[in-house]
């Protein structure tokens, strides 16, 4: 079974950063795409960024510049750099990652999310 743990999250004033991180732990024989998602308080969980294997990117319009999503795949850890972050950012952030457990079993896994709250 794959686990994916994240942290980092916390309380910043608006304009601020934080990083998040995400390790993936257990029986992994390859990870593939590794993403961040994010669920405000009476909204739908959404995507926020995904990054390949190969490092190719991709971001949700609102965070494109000021959010940075990277993986060291040696460590089997994606990172989610925030900057310039607005009280719209406030959600619970998940990680999400898919690939092959040591049984060449395909698996998609989500972290237990952490808080972000951006103040005004």
């Known amino acids: 079974q794959v686990q994916l743990v994240e942290s980092g999250g916390g309380l910043v004033q608006a304009g601020g950063s934080l990083r998040l991180s995400c390790a993936a732990s257990?029986?992994?024989?390859?990870?593939?795409?590794m993403g961040w998602y994010r669920q405000a308080p009476g909204k739908r969980r959404e995507w926020v960024a995904t990054i390949t294997r190969g490092g190719d990117t991709n971001y949700k319009d609102s965070v494109k510049g000021r959010f940075t999503i990277s993986r060291d795949n040696a460590k089997s850890t994606v990172y989610l750099q925030m900057h310039s972050l607005k009280p719209e950012d406030t959600a619970v952030y998940y990680c999400?990652?898919?690939?092959?457990?040591?049984?060449?079993?395909?698996?998609?896994?989500w972290g237990q999310g952490t808080q972000v709250t951006v103040s005004s």
């Open positions: 999400n990652a898919g690939g092959y457990s040591g049984s060449f079993t395909p698996f998609a896994s």
């Open positions: 257990g029986s992994i024989s390859s990870l593939n795409d």
